[in-house]
């Protein structure tokens, strides 16, 4: 008896998007009520690496690592035409991240070589799911994923060294690297997804892609996390090269999405919600770009590229996926609309609002927080059943 015999038994893990999809959202609930309570002086945590250092890993490396792995071992199998991760081994995958999650939490009292060895061999065991079905395939353009996901590895690796080493500046820099690598994951897939998902539900052509727009767009992508890769590991100060290729990078994917024609899309919020959450990677870059030119702090620009576009695009893109994947016909879901401007007008809040008016930062952290954890409470009521349970149309996955 396993789980591709008798789909209906084995539902939850029958593909990766099922529990890192549902746990993922969950986590990020969880963990931003924690950081919410460690905010207004209740310590209900005292997790490894301290609090600070715990929601930035666990945002990164809990949350949005989650939502990724979900959606790259599900689209694999798309890819490939071969069977993606599932049953026992997708268990193991899944119990791996969730221990991860629990022993970061609870057991700072534990050997950080040990913590590092549990929670770091996430990421690799994701790429290597990934690889030998495209390898089996030939199908090299997929390829460029496992590189990827190996670079945002290294990143959750020197977090771990940092706290190790009491070394701020590599925690600093290990964290920027991993918000830039998960930004070229969203722009490798958003340039795939979102005109083909608009051009499909709308009826309109795909717009033809501009060589120029692409190289410029994904290659100072690449270019920015490869720098920053070097600046981790070196003594490099490459902050105005770092600004500039950022700024290229800004300029060329807004320039790709215009092409995109998000406006046709307004009556369609889970393709609004993809374009506008893509229109936060230029804003977030030129942002960052400026504060590191004039020797300002990053945060806003972060968090701007943290809420505005990882967060709103993983929101969307699981709504969408959650449905086409379990049988069930592709629509928005009540409430899901509102989830998603409620979650761009927090991130608008976190970055320019505060860059505006840095002095009304204490309620604003908190109310991006709640509106946070409302949005993907609504997610999580829309589709705790769906992914828990068999396909709708009785198909196996």
């Not at 692409?214 to 105005?240: H, K, N, P, T, Y």
């Amino acid at each position: 008896m396993t789980a591709r015999t008798h789909p209906q038994r084995f539902a939850f893990m029958r593909l990766a998007f099922r529990p890192f999809f549902l746990l993922g959202a969950l986590f990020s609930l969880l963990t931003l009520l924690v950081w919410l309570a460690f905010w207004h002086g209740n310590l209900w945590l005292t997790p490894y690496g301290g609090m600070l250092w715990w929601h930035q890993h666990e945002m990164l490396f809990g949350f949005a690592s989650a939502i990724m792995a979900g959606f790259l071992l599900t689209a694999v199998q798309n890819w490939t035409g071969r069977p993606g991760l599932s049953g026992w081994p997708l268990f193991a995958l899944v119990s791996l991240w969730l221990a991860a999650r629990l022993l970061l939490a609870y057991a700072a009292h534990l050997p950080a070589g040990w913590l590092l060895l549990i929670d770091g061999a996430f990421l690799p065991l994701v790429a290597l799911a990934m690889a030998i079905p495209v390898i089996a395939v030939k199908m090299w353009r997929n390829l460029m994923f496992v590189p990827v996901l190996l670079v945002l590895a290294l990143s959750n690796i020197a977090m771990h060294l940092g706290v190790m080493n009491g070394n701020a500046l590599l925690i600093r820099e290990a964290g920027h690297l991993a918000i830039l690598t998960i930004t070229l994951v969203m722009v490798l897939l958003g340039g795939r997804v979102i005109p083909f998902f608009t051009s499909r539900k709308l009826g309109v052509p795909q717009p033809e892609r501009t060589r120029l727009i692409e190289i410029a767009s994904v290659g100072a992508m690449s270019a920015a996390v490869l720098l920053q890769v070097v600046i981790m590991i070196s003594d490099l100060r490459a902050g105005s090269l770092l600004a500039a290729l950022m700024l290229i990078a800004a300029i060329s994917n807004a320039w790709r999405l215009s092409h995109w024609k998000g406006w046709l899309s307004w009556k369609e919020p889970l393709l609004w919600g993809l374009h506008l959450s893509y229109a936060f990677i230029p804003l977030g870059l030129a942002m960052w770009a400026w504060q590191l030119f004039t020797g300002q702090r990053v945060e806003t620009a972060l968090h701007a590229i943290a809420i505005g576009s990882i967060g709103t695009m993983m929101l969307a893109m699981m709504s969408r996926v959650s449905l086409g994947h379990t049988g069930r016909t592709l629509r928005t879901l009540p409430g899901i609309g509102v989830a998603l401007g409620v979650l761009l007008i927090a991130a608008l809040l976190r970055s320019v609002w505060l860059v505006l008016f840095p002095q009304s930062s204490h309620w604003v952290y908190s109310a991006v927080i709640i509106a946070w954890c409302f949005s993907y409470l609504v997610f999580v009521l829309h589709y705790a059943v769906p992914l828990l349970s068999a396909r709708a149309d009785g198909k196996d996955g």
